[in-house]
Nanobody, 130 residues
């Protein structure tokens, strides 16, 4: 049975940082693209970031310039864990952050659509106060 378990959320102030973790069990971790999505109350689930099987491919939703990215995704294939670092948080970032896994035959590609992901965690709440 596949399990994705997120942790690291909490209540923070605007400008703070958080590091979310997602531990995966029950699957061959290196066969899967790992992604982070978020969902705020009354809003659609939206893509945040994804990382390829081997960690060389990355994509985030909110900036085309890696130097300006507030969010950074990484993975440790020795620990079956994917991370999401959130910096310069604002109240707009308040949401449940969910980890997801998408099987892939390609080691370097990512995936941005929720329907591409077969497995999902329960999510961890991130709340940012102004």
């Amino acid at each position: 049975q596949v399990q994705l378990v997120e942790s690291g959320g909490g209540l923070v102030q605007a400008g703070d940082s958080l590091r979310l973790s997602c531990a995966a069990n029950g699957l061959t971790f290196t066969d899967y693209i790992m992604g982070w999505f978020r969902q705020a109350p009354g809003k659609r689930r939206e893509f945040v970031a994804a990382i390829s099987r081997d960690g060389t491919g990355k994509g985030t939703a909110y900036s085309t310039d890696p130097e300006e990215d507030r969010f950074t995704i990484s993975r440790d294939n020795t620990k079956n864990t994917v991370y999401l670092e959130l910096n310069s948080l604002t109240p707009v970032d308040t949401a449940v952050y969910l980890c997801a896994a998408a099987f892939s035959n390609q080691p370097h590609t990512t995936a941005v659509f929720p329907e591409q992901y077969a497995y999902w965690g329960q999510g961890t709440q991130v709340s940012v106060s102004s």
